[in-house]
């Protein structure tokens, strides 16, 4: 395990155990995220509102203004944990590296509301900003949707969406350690099984608290047994080496790549679920969050990140 993820683990040991049932693992997440996180810098304007019914938090950078890029960006705790608090580092983080507008979304949670209700929500605030977003001073030609974990389930599944139906037009999709529906049989539940920090046990307790016990062919549900992933925006995918849902992330880039996709494979050699939150204290952390923001900054920039 790289130094860098040992903040983590020690952070996991501070906020006691999980307990179980849901209330006491959201304390005890709630608690981890409280101690992995910082405050946002001065200049960084962030407000609270709604879109439609669902909860939002906005990011917008200091600096010169003018239309800024906009991204969805979705939280992760396996559907069922997490708030726009719990992942408020990550989404000022990426705001302040990219320029960019970015809408935090807090979706509804499993298993009081199984899927699709997530799905739903992130799909309204991505619409949303497409149709209205330049009252927040976003230009709806450079949009791009982001995610770890379930989160980054959330933005593939939006990428599918967008394309289905016909948009919005997306420039890019950022997937970190995201979970996708590979079996729970691969190499990476088998090696990693017990963590450090996410453990196949806790896998299965999410996917059966978001999608209940029966097998699913819905690529909403879980992208990889979409058939189809020609015409997608393109993609950064992003894993830890030392997490049961490595091959999730492999996988689906392999499947995006034969499709014609184009799509950056990166795994965080010697780090775990979570590595984001390690970024404040750690240069190789860091540097793994930096190659996430230097890729959307690049989907934003002039030209097609597909043709170059």
């Known amino acids: 395990m790289h130094p860098d993820m040992q903040f983590l683990v020690d952070a996991r040991d501070r906020a006691g155990t999980p ?16 101690a992995t996180g910082a405050p946002p810098p001065g200049d960084m304007h962030i407000h609270d509102r709604t879109v439609g019914t669902v909860p939002v938090r906005v990011y917008r950078p200091g600096g010169t203004p003018g239309p800024r890029p906009g991204i969805v960006y979705m939280h992760g705790g396996g559907f069922m944990l997490g708030d726009l608090d719990s992942s408020d580092t990550n989404a000022w983080g990426i705001a302040q590296e990219t320029g960019a507008v970015v809408l935090s979304v807090d979706y509804r ?7 699709p209700a997530a799905f739903e929500d992130c799909w309204a605030v ?37 394309r289905d139906r016909g948009g919005p037009s997306l420039r890019a999709q950022a997937l ?12 990476s539940y088998r090696d990693n099984a017990e963590g450090p920090g996410l453990t196949l046990a806790r896998m299965v307790m999410f996917r059966q608290a978001y999608l209940g016990a029966e097998e699913t062919d819905d690529p909403y549900a879980m992208p990889l047994v979409a058939t ?64 996430l923001c230097r890729f959307l900054r690049e989907s934003f920039a002039e030209g097609d990140l597909a043709t170059r």
């Open 19 to 34: 307990g179980t049932d849901v209330t006491g693992y959201r304390r005890f997440w709630n608690a981890y995220a409280a």
């Open 228 to 291: 189809d992933l020609t015409g997608l925006p393109p993609a950064h995918v992003h894993t830890a080496e030392l997490d049961p849902i490595r091959d999730d992330g492999r996988a689906y880039a392999a499947r995006l790549a034969a499709a014609g996709v184009a799509v950056t494979y990166r795994e965080a050699k010697g780090m775990i679920h979570g590595f984001l939150r390690a970024r404040l204290v750690g240069a190789a952390a860091r540097a793994e969050f930096e190659a």
């Open 176 to 187: 970190v350690y995201p979970w996708l529906g590979l079996p729970f049989t691969s190499a």
């Open 109 to 115: 949670l499993a298993p009081e509301h199984p899927y």
């Open 126 to 162: 991505l619409t949303w900003l497409a149709r209205d977003g330049a009252a927040l001073g976003v230009d709806p030609t450079r949009l791009a949707v982001a995610g770890d974990s379930a989160g980054g389930n959330m933005a593939a599944v939006l990428a599918l969406a967008a």
